[in-house]
């Protein structure tokens, strides 16, 4: 191979271009995929954590918003884009770490 050849000049690049497009492009489009249909999947009565790490219950869903409640009786309009995760019906919270006295 003649190092002159312009195709061997431009296939590191191309060889960089492609390792970022499947560590970096490719993982991000899957996970706004995946976004995406959990908040098509939104649904009333869901606990849901929004990206302020407010936890909430959904009370009425709407085209482009919802309605989270947040405490007995709190209602919070919140656009559907900020829900950052859809909890399970069931599913415990994260339990704080206090130590255990024997």
Known sequence: MDPNNPIVSILPFVAIFALMYFLII?????????????????????????????????????????????ASGVNVRVVKGLVS?????GEPAAANSTPTVS
């Open 26 to 70: 490719r993982p991000q489009q899957k996970r706004a995929k995946e976004h995406q249909t959990k908040i098509a999947g939104l649904k009333r009565n869901d606990t849901v954590v929004l990206s302020s790490g407010i936890i909430g219950k959904i009370t009425r869903v709407e085209d482009a918003e919802v309605m989270v409640e947040i």
């Open 85 to 89: 995760e859809v909890r399970a019906k």
